[in-house]
């Protein structure tokens, strides 16, 4: 820019970055402060429905394991250990070391992302889902619960009573064989049925069932463990796993609504995380030196995945 | 890590020394120690789970106390795994104004919790009068003694 000045007024303009940083990392570090506009608002979406509910459910009301959770917390950890050492071994041209972390890297998110998906199953197998139809979860134990889960009986009872009438049909014949296996899984069938009319329908059957009866038959079918303890052994749900009878979990929903939301945009941004790495571990990449950049990028996404949970980790699991 | 590379990739800031402090890697071994402490600050959380937390009485002490842990974590994350605590000062421009925002978003929103519980109290959900009679253990034991209770008179 000196000397710009021979005799007419030309300056000659030398380019200078107007943030002295990459820019794929200027790109990455815009696109991270958006990412966290887009959390907090998730984040200050959830504060608001937990804290402005009347009612909440405990953790092991909802089945949500802390230890899975802590343990998840730990295993995002190493990760992002694991992926700074990728960007130490690259930037000092250890290609082969950098693509081994960044493996290990891979490895922990998928670890992740597998354990979530067994917590997101351990919720389904108890009929907690996002949203209805296919949720479970009643929030008081009022005559759409017992319609709930007088439909639910009337599913299961369906195929016995098909079946009790054939076999009614049959024994009447003089002649059948196995006329003692026949008369025993009639008695089978009958019993069954006598317990779903004693355990179940003696409430949500009767038309005089109060809200108290009600509260009753919730409690019988799930009870809610006491915060602090974590038991789920009681209760026919529990007992007689095939049941899947429909459960009274005060705010049970909206938890459900909120958890599924928050980790699922979550484990959506781990897995972009994961396809990054896969793409870096490509054969033909080599993660010298001339990649520490990308590695850095990606890192920083990674990092910031891990920041996220830090925060998600005792909102959801220990709050 | 300048000590060993070509200066012929001009893109290539990082390896200009603006944002690293100059001459040799990262030691690993700071890396480990962080890692250490984001597994004692995770633990320490994790503890207000166990029954030797002792304020399982007053929640918010619990709340309050993780929030403290996680903005640490956090902190620790960024200085060392993100590396800002080596960077130049662009990082205040792109980290801050987010940063604020985000801050000012959860601080916006604040209002509603009030908002949501006085008039969904009331509304769809439940209402305090019901709150009895969910079906927590505690509950129905209550109800029971209660139905007893209003059975014995009648009993004689």
Same mark, same amino acid.
């Given at each position: 820019?000196?000397h710009?000045?021979h ?25 991270l402060s ?7 608002a998730?984040?200050?979406?959830y ?5 402005g509910?009347?009612?909440?459910p ?20 190493c ?31 998928a670890?992740?992302l ?23 979860i ?7 619960y ?9 599913e ?11 076999l009614?049909?049959?024994l009447q014949?003089?002649?059948?064989a ?6 025993q899984?009639f008695e089978q ?8 009319d004693?355990?179940i ?6 038309p ?15 009870p ?8 789920h ?6 007992e007689?796993?095939?049941l899947k009878?429909?459960?009274?979990v ?8 909120t ?19 896969a793409?870096?571990l490509l ?19 990674w ?6 949970w830090?925060f ?7 709050f | ?42 633990s320490m959380?994790?503890?207000?789970y ?10 918010q002490?619990g709340?309050?106390?993780m929030m ?15 590396h800002?605590?080596?960077?130049a000062?662009?990082?205040f421009?792109? #980290? ?5 925002m985000?801050?000012?978003l959860?601080?916006a929103?604040?209002?509603d919790?009030k ?8 509304g769809r #959900? ?11 253990p505690?509950d129905v034991?209550?109800l029971?003694e209660?139905?007893?209770a209003?059975?014995?008179p009648?009993?004689?």
């Amino acid at each position: 820019m000196s000397h710009a000045d021979h005799g007419h007024q030309h300056i000659k303009l030398e380019y200078q970055p107007a943030l002295p940083l990459r820019n794929g990392k200027l790109f990455m570090w815009l696109f991270l402060s958006t990412e966290i506009m887009f959390f907090a608002a998730l984040i200050g979406v959830y504060i608001v429905i937990r804290f402005g509910a009347p009612v909440w459910p405990h953790p092991s009301h909802v089945h949500l394991s802390e230890p899975i959770g802590a343990f998840n917390t730990f295993v995002l950890i190493c990760s992002s250990v694991s992926i700074v050492l990728a960007l130490e071994a690259a930037r000092s041209d250890k290609a082969a070391q950098a693509k081994l972390w960044v493996g290990v890297t891979l490895a922990l998110g998928a670890a992740f992302l597998l354990v979530k998906a067994y917590e997101y199953n351990a919720k389904f197998s108890h009929g907690i889902y996002p949203a209805q139809p296919r949720s479970q979860i009643y929030e008081q134990p009022d005559i759409y619960y017992a319609a709930a889960v007088r439909g639910r009986v009337r599913e299961l009872s369906a195929p016995l009573l098909a079946e009790r009438a054939q076999l009614e049909q049959q024994l009447q014949k003089p002649d059948v064989a196995d006329r003692e296996a026949l008369q025993q899984r009639f008695e089978q069938i009958e019993s069954q049925l006598r317990f779903y009319d004693t355990e179940i329908l003696d409430i949500a059957n009767n038309p005089n069932a109060t809200e108290a009866d009600l509260a009753k038959l919730a409690d019988r079918i799930m009870p809610l463990p006491q915060p602090g303890s974590h038991s789920h052994a009681a209760g026919l749900n529990e007992e007689y796993p095939e049941l899947k009878l429909p459960v009274v979990v005060p705010g049970g929903n909206m938890w459900a609504s909120t958890y599924f939301m928050v980790t699922g945009f979550h484990a959506l941004h781990v897995t972009a995380g994961l396809i990054a790495f896969a793409v870096l571990l490509l054969p033909r990449n080599r993660l010298g030196r001339e990649r520490a950049g990308t590695i850095e990028n990606v890192g920083l996404y990674w990092h910031f995945v891990d920041l996220v949970w830090i925060f998600l980790f005792p909102l959801l699991y220990l709050f | 890590m300048t000590t060993h590379h070509g200066h012929g990739q001009h893109e290539d800031y990082s390896t200009h020394g603006y944002d690293e402090h100059h001459g040799k890697p990262h030691d690993v071994r700071k890396y480990l120690y962080v890692f250490l402490a984001l597994c004692v600050l995770t633990s320490m959380s994790f503890f207000t789970y166990s029954s030797y937390w002792p304020f399982h009485a007053y929640p918010q002490v619990g709340w309050t106390f993780m929030m403290a842990v996680s903005l640490c974590k956090a902190l620790l994350v960024m200085l060392f795994f993100m590396h800002l605590k080596y960077e130049a000062s662009w990082k205040f421009v792109l #980290t801050i104004p987010a940063s604020v925002m985000a801050i000012f978003l959860i601080v916006a929103l604040i209002p509603d919790i009030k908002w949501r519980y006085e008039t969904i109290v009331g509304g769809r #959900t439940v209402s305090p009068q019901q709150v009895p009679f969910l079906a927590t253990p505690a509950d129905v034991e209550l109800l029971e003694e209660e139905s007893r209770a209003a059975l014995a008179p009648g009993q004689h």
